[in-house]
Structure formats: structure tokens, C-alpha cells
């Protein structure tokens, strides 16, 4: 009978299997010989700025693999517990609690150390294979610089306030608290998972300004940018 950890395994060799299947449909062999690597596009953002919808465009413009709500359930496999679980930790692992962030659901129970492992199993392994676009987990944190493009989206604060408060449907000072909320949960997860601050510049090959720039602009130069990396990495490789 195979152990926890044994099944831990075969699940998360079940994901990379089925992700490989989709690359090896993409590139022959002697494509991969020729051309350059295409990375993941990484995408963090601030609560409110347009992040996932923009990653979500530049996927399906290169088509790409998008990874974000869907992440929680590959982790979850990962893992062996289920998706509620895990969906229940991410809300609360930015709590400042750090010993010990339990989810109870059904007597199931997870230590952050734990997640933070089978997150960086499941970006890690995306991360290999390129073609893809993953939104916020810390990815750009996980990814070797070499094997991502990193791209931050920010906006004012009040733009970002009114985002929300239009898509929830709710008043402007709920929205603001779940903006500056959701802020500083993203800014201490970083901290406390990749002893990095998520705001410097540093960390990203660019930063998008959605106050000063709509959707398809902000689609435009990432995959420009994409694009001119991929050309630049070919006249090395000559």
C-alpha cells in the first residue's frame, strides 16, 4: 500500500504529465533546438489594479497555460486535501500568524510550510516548461529570473478603490478596506515566504501603470516585450 507521501508524489507527477503532454504538442524537438525558450509570465499586482485580467488577455494572445484560482486546486492534489481547504488557508495565511495556520475543514489541517512546499512543486514545475501565465502565489519569487518574465501591475489607490467597489458592487469604504486588506497580506506573505518586500522594482522585468493605461496597452507591451526578449535571446544562441 502506497504512503501519504508516495501518493503526495504520484498526484503531483500526475500534473506534470498532463502539463508536459500539452508543451510536447507545441514544439518538436528541433523547434526546441532553434528557439529560444518562451518563459512564464509572472503577474503580480496590487488588489484593485486589473492584474488577472490583463495576465488572463496575455494567455490567451501567446496561448498560453493561465494559472490562478485554478493554482489552489493543483496545490490541493498536491497536497491530498481538499481545494476548501486550501482556498481557506490562502485567505488566512497572510494573517501574521506564523507558527501555525490551521484550516479546519473536516478535521483537516494544513502547517503553511507545507503549502509553501507544494507551491513552489506546482510553480517550480510550470516554471520548466514555460508556456505560461501565472497570477499572483509568488511566482516571480519561486521562478528563476532566467526562466520568467516578471510584470507588476499597480494604479493609484483611489482607481484601485473604485475597481473594486464597482465589481463588488459595494460602498467605496468597503472597498478601500478590502484593498489596503488584501495589500498587506500580499506584501507579508512575500516577506514572510521569500524574505523579499513585494514593491521593490527589483523583483520585475516591468511595471504597468493601469491608472495611465488601459487593458490592451498594458496586453500590448508585455507581449512586446515577451517578444523582444525571445529575439534577443536567438541572436545569443547564434
Known sequence: MATVEQQDEQS?????????????KLYTADEKKKTAKI?????CMEPGAGG??????IAN?????????DMMHRI????????TVVDSLEKERLSGVQDFIASVIKEQYIHPSIYLEHLMKVVGTIGKHGHAVIVGRGANFIIPPKDRFAVRV???LEI??????????????IAKQRVLIRENRRRAFVRQSFNAD???PVHYDMILNTGNMNVDAAVEAVVGAVMGRLKSGKKKSR
Do not use: M
Open 61 to 69: 494572445r501567446l496561448g498560453f497555460d493561465f494559472f490562478h484560482r
Open 160 to 173: 484601485r478603490i473604485e475597481n473594486v467597489s464597482k465589481r463588488f458592487r459595494v460602498p467605496t469604504d
Open 76 to 83: 490541493a492534489e498536491s497536497a491530498r486535501i481538499s481545494t
Open 198 to 200: 513585494i514593491v521593490d
Open 154 to 156: 499597480v494604479a493609484p
Open 52 to 57: 488577472c485580467l490583463i495576465g488572463e488577455q
Open 39 to 43: 518563459p512564464v509570465i509572472t503577474v
Open 12 to 24: 503531483v507527477e500526475q500534473f506534470v504529465n498532463q502539463q508536459i503532454k500539452k508543451w510536447q
